[in-house]
Each structure stands twice: as structure tokens, then as C-alpha cells.
């Protein structure tokens, strides 16, 4: 594929994400016969999904990297977020009380050894399952917060030891690293929807097992 091919095919991998939790959604409904209060904080987290993806692939399409990794950066965020409430349920806590309290966060949450849990220490748990989330975590920090990394999507290139700026929208002279953002994408909201499976399997236990006291 050429250039302009491999962008169509990432746009078109985000479509298909897009339909892909609206499907997931349909199935949730259909499994529990309806919606309970404990899917709350799942279609939450579906929800803010379709919104970072849809604003992903106009970005993608736009070449526009100082946005993709932002959005790159919520879509880790997500996995961090639930990972830590699975944390609290391997503590024995409740948390479905947790996840439905409007301050909900999960950093009020601790780590098995009591100690308060911070982005760095939530990432690591993922990269425990996911290997390379931690690098990728670090990588789009250093463009949500400004570091030198910011100089990498101005500077073009050196003409006479004078450096030429790329002053425009997007970065047509970097699609590579388009393809990579989008690819990181994609993989990234397939650890989401793994632990989001897994916290649904959660809820069927505990629901199967209120039943069988009733």
C-alpha cells in the first residue's frame, strides 16, 4: 500500500472500532436481559471510547500528531482507570458503590500494599498484563506535557545549518508515525475491552452469587 492507502486503512480501522463498541454495548444489554446500575461506569468508559476514536480518525485523516497522541494518552487512560477498580476487587472491596459516586477517582483508590495509587503505578499494573503499555504511557506524556518532543513535529529539517520549521496543520512529512499512533490505538482499545470483559464477568459472579443466597 501506498501512503495515502495505509491512512484510508487506518480511518477505516477506526470506523470499524467505533462499530465495535456500539456491537459490545448491544451484547451487554442482551446478556444481563437489560441495563443494572453496575454497567454505569462500563458504558462510561464506552462512551468517552467513541468519542476519543471519532476525534482520532479526523486527526489521523488531518495527519494532525500533536492531537492523535493526546487522545492516544485519554484511550490509556481508560485502562489504567479500570485496572485500578479491578485492583480494589482483589482487595476483596466493593466496587460498584465506588464506581457509581459521582466523585469517583480512581486515584482515591490504594495499591495492594495500602499506598495511594498515581498514574505511574496504575500503568505499571497494565503493563504487568500489557507489555510495552508503560513505554507507551511515558511516550504520549511527553507530548501532553511539553517536553522536546514538541520540537520534533516543527522541525523539518536543516538547509545551510538553518533549521526549516513545519508550520502548518498536520504533519504529512511524518506519516509513519501516523500509522503508528493509529496502530497503538487499535491495540490499546482491545486491553480496554479485555478488562472491561473481565469486570463483566465480575458482576455475573456476584449477581449468581446474590441470587443463590435469595
Known amino acids: ?61 488531518t495527519f494532525n500528531i500533536n492531537t492523535q497522541i493526546p487522545l492516544l494518552r485519554l484511550q490509556v487512560d481508560n485502562c489504567m482507570i479500570i485496572r485500578g477498580v479491578l485492583l480494589q476487587k482483589e482487595k476483596g472491596n466493593d466496587i460498584y458503590k465506588d464506581t457509581l459516586c459521582p466523585d469517583f477517582d480512581v486515584k482515591k483508590f490504594t495499591d495492594l500494599e495500602g499506598k495511594s495509587l498515581s498514574d ?48 502548518r496543520v498536520g504533519n504529512q512529512n511524518k506519516i509513519n508515525d501516523v500509522i503508528t499512533n493509529s496502530n497503538d490505538m487499535v491495540e490499546v482499545t482491545k486491553v480496554l475491552f479485555h478488562y472491561i470483559e473481565k469486570y463483566l464477568n465480575i458482576i455475573k459472579g456476584d449477581l449468581l452469587s446474590e441470587y443463590n443466597k435469595n
Open 1 to 61: 500500500m501506498n501512503e495515502e492507502e495505509c491512512i484510508v486503512q487506518c480511518c477505516d480501522n477506526m470506523e470499524k472500532l467505533k462499530k465495535f463498541c456500539l456491537e459490545k454495548s448491544k451484547n451487554i444489554i442482551e446478556q444481563f436481559g437489560g441495563l443494572i446500575d453496575s454497567h454505569l461506569f462500563v458504558f462510561s468508559l464506552i462512551k468517552r471510547t467513541l468519542d476519543i476514536i471519532d476525534t482520532f480518525s479526523y486527526a489521523t485523516k
Open 120 to 167: 505511574n503505578k496504575l500503568a505499571k499494573l497494565v503493563n504487568e498484563d500489557y507489555k510495552h503499555f508503560f513505554e507507551l504511557y511515558k511516550f504520549c506524556c511527553k507530548f501532553v506535557h511539553f517536553t522536546g518532543k514538541a520540537f520534533n513535529t516543527l522541525i523539518f529539517g536543516f538547509e545551510n545549518r538553518k533549521m526549516q520549521f513545519y508550520l
